[in-house]
């Protein structure tokens, strides 16, 4: 994965935070959520915003019946992150790290898995135990957009 800064990074950090971002991914392939809440500062409340929630996680307990709401209907998932767009010192302990993403999943039941493609804006910040999350949203595209690129995709090869 590929990251842009607005400033040099140390390189301590900027190797930290690919770490943080690789074991997202690895969390949510596993569906392993006990690794993906360890990823989080537990010290003040999550915000999290999900493209399919309603509304904004703000509350440990709300993040957490998410989770568990997620593990029972998820059948098998896959995410990846495709792009890293840039990350921005905040403060001097905290960035915010913007990424697209992929995700797959199966869900109990249904005939055919889903995918799809969101914008993600993270915040992270630095604790004694490394880089954690603090917020977490997701920006899908808007639907005229994402119609414009079905139908771009959508375009036999080598028509000009």
């Keep these: 994965m590929t990251m842009t800064f607005d400033a040099e990074p140390d390189s301590a ?10 074991e997202l991914e690895n969390a949510w392939r596993e569906l392993d959520f006990a690794a993906l809440r360890g990823l989080w500062d537990e010290t003040r409340p999550p915000v999290y915003f999900a493209e399919e929630a309603p509304e904004p996680l703000l509350e440990w307990s709300a993040l957490q019946n998410y989770w568990d709401l997620t593990r029972a209907s998820i059948e098998a998932m896959g995410m990846r992150i495709t792009a890293v767009h840039g990350l921005r010192q905040l403060a001097p302990d905290i960035v915010s790290v913007v990424y697209a993403m992929h995700w797959d999943a199966r ?17 992270l910040r630095r604790t004694n135990t490394g880089w ?9 595209l ?9 139908y771009e995709q959508s375009v036999t090869p080598g028509f000009t």
Aim: hydrophobic share 45%; aromatic share 6%; with cysteine.
């Design 13 to 22: 950090d900027l190797a930290a935070i690919r770490q943080v971002l690789a």
């Design 107 to 123: 869900v109990r039941g249904a005939p055919t898995p889903l995918g799809g493609d969101n914008r993600v804006c993270a915040t």
């Design 132 to 140: 954690r999350f603090i917020q977490y949203v997701e920006s899908p």
């Design 142 to 150: 808007a639907p005229i957009v994402y119609m414009k690129r079905l």
